[in-house]
């Protein structure tokens, strides 16, 4: 079994991390005691686990990323449950701020914030700890409050800031200053994690600049602002703000260098190495991962896993979550390595004698593949019901993009190519299909390819400013048209229309009638329980 964070934590120590959580915008999320009085932090290991504790609530978002940013967007249907559940609510763009996605996001994320804030309030005032353990407990605690903020910002906007212990907030800061905390957070923690470690679970200086790296990248975008998404919140158009803040994206070019250049990580060789149980933890192309054992071992396991492939081979039956279309794959060129890994549409059953399997129309769609794990014997059946697959929260390819990205925003397109051209040369396996120059739609159509399935295409087009025209391009999709609307008919194909079909010609259709200014970002949510959380004002438009 991996440990996380801090080996040989123990679990009794970790559940007490989870007693002390504070909601930090209204109130304890559960009934559990609050651990009060003097600090219970008395030996380094304590310390360590005091700040493993936050990421039990953040352990359950894995898969909640995916329901939640995969399905809004036009690549991805989610058919979990009735059509009344949250998955599909999500993918049809009818999401309320009682659906279960955006709850469990803001909630735990708050969660997780709460026992970062108690576990730097109590390591800070110990006297018992060794002076490393202090420094670089409180610097983990930091790099995830700093991580777990920049998701809130991104996914709700304006939200407010939590530091302490024992306070109630419901006062939404701005987004520059959710922002500024989050660069203190981030490289505050950054000037006191050990330069690197082998392990990917444990947060390291790689691991701060890269996710500065990310977050310039998006603040130097300029965020859109609640009153700047109140104009055309319930207007099917995109916004008109579009602006670039270049010192902010100068400072992306710069963390993503102090990665590119300490030497420690790369691109592996094989990009299909990257993902699956048997490729966790040692990979150089990892940065950060988030640790799972899996269904009831950990706080729940990675459900990615299951919910891209929940019936295997059973083709007939749907998918909890999975692409929504033919298009994307035909982006692919044939020789691309990784065109099959992440939209998969052959597969042998270990079961049955390698017999292949075709996820293709007319009878389904392609399954995506990368946390279809094939890294040990019959896993391709066991890993759906054992979602112990670690989530890779920023590898190596991303920082490349994330430095192109800016370098081409800031007009150094030259700078840019041989970044982009590092992807192209593993995806292919020889520099044939390099680029000769790079474009701002060769770096937007370079982040769809790498990264498919890695929750990346909401924060894309939020931070592009470009979220209702990528959702409304659905009318170009095959099963947009009206001759796939009723299951039992002949569809434009000359196939009978199954149900599947059925469904997701009705899901593009709600994709492209639904999706509006407000979908820039998600609803404040109740709490988990049903609570108003006093966060006010509403975001525009829910």
């Not at 701020?97 to 955006?102: C, D, L, S």
């Not at 660069?183 to 996710?211: C, F, H, Q, R, W």
């Not at 710069?254 to 790369?266: F, L």
């Not at 059973?314 to 298009?327: A, F, Y």
Request: net charge negative.
């Amino acid at each position: 079994m991996k440990k996380s964070i801090l080996s040989g934590v123990s679990k009794g120590l970790i559940a007490l991390a989870l007693l002390i959580a504070v909601d930090a915008c209204k109130k304890p999320l559960d009934d559990d005691p609050i651990v009060v009085g003097e600090s219970v932090v008395k030996t380094d290991e304590e310390a360590y686990a005091l700040v493993n504790g936050a990421l039990g609530p953040y352990q359950t978002l894995s898969s909640s990323f995916s329901f939640l940013v995969e399905s809004s967007s036009e690549n991805t249907v989610s058919f979990e449950g009735e059509e009344s559940e949250a998955g599909p609510e999500v993918s049809r763009f009818e999401v309320k701020p009682t659906n279960w996605y955006p709850v469990k996001v803001y909630n735990r994320l708050y969660k997780s914030i709460g026992i970062t804030n108690d576990a730097i309030e109590k390591i800070s005032a110990s006297s018992a700890l060794s002076a490393d353990a202090k420094k670089v407990s409180v610097a983990r605690a930091k790099f995830l409050r700093g991580l777990f903020y920049s998701y809130l910002v991104q996914l709700f906007g304006e939200v407010p800031l939590v530091l302490e212990t024992g306070k109630v907030v419901t006062t939404r800061a701005s987004i520059n200053d959710v922002y500024a905390q989050i660069v203190k957070d981030l490289t505050e923690a950054e000037a006191n994690l050990p330069d690197y470690d082998s392990s990917p679970i444990n947060p390291s200086k790689g691991s701060a600049n890269a996710i500065l790296s990310r977050v310039y990248l998006v603040w130097g975008n300029v965020p859109l602002t609640q009153d700047q998404i109140a104009e055309s919140a319930n207007l099917s158009r995109d916004t008109e703000h579009i602006h670039i803040e270049t010192s902010r994206l100068n400072k992306a070019v710069e963390h993503a260098d102090k990665v590119i250049n300490g030497g420690k990580y790369r691109l592996l060789d094989n990009f299909n190495n990257i993902f699956g149980k048997g490729n966790e933890s040692k990979a150089p192309e990892h940065i950060f991962t988030i640790h799972h054992d899996g269904d009831g071992i950990d706080a729940q396991g990675n459900h990615q896993s299951h919910c891209s492939f929940t019936f295997a081979f059973e083709l007939e039956k749907d998918n909890h979550i999975g692409p929504s279309n033919l298009e994307r794959y035909a982006q692919w060129d044939a020789t691309d390595k990784r065109r099959e890994y992440s939209y998969t549409t052959v597969l042998e059953n270990p079961l049955e004698n390698n017999k292949k399997y075709s996820f293709l129309p007319p009878i389904t769609l392609p399954r995506y593949g990368k946390f279809i794990d094939r890294t040990y014997p019959n896993s391709v059946n066991l890993c759906i019901q054992t979602n112990e697959i670690d989530r890779i929260e920023i590898r190596y390819a991303e920082v490349l993009l994330n430095k192109a990205e800016a370098l081409v925003a800031l007009g150094r397109n030259a700078e840019a190519l041989p970044l982009v051209n590092q992807l192209r040369t593993r995806a292919f396996g020889n520099t044939t299909k390099n680029l000769t120059a790079v474009t701002v739609n060769d770096i937007r159509k370079e982040w769809a390819l790498e990264f498919t399935y890695e929750q990346k295409d909401w924060f894309n087009a939020v931070r592009w400013k470009t979220l209702v025209s990528s959702v409304k391009s659905v009318k170009d999709f095959e099963y947009y048209d009206d001759s796939y609307a009723v299951s039992g008919k002949v569809g434009k194909d000359g196939n009978t229309v199954s149900p599947f079909f059925a469904k997701v010609h009705k899901h593009l259709h709600a994709k492209y009638n639904n999706v509006r200014g407000k979908h820039y970002r998600f609803p404040i949510p109740t709490g988990e329980k049903g609570e108003d959380l006093g966060v006010t004002p509403q975001n525009p438009g829910y």
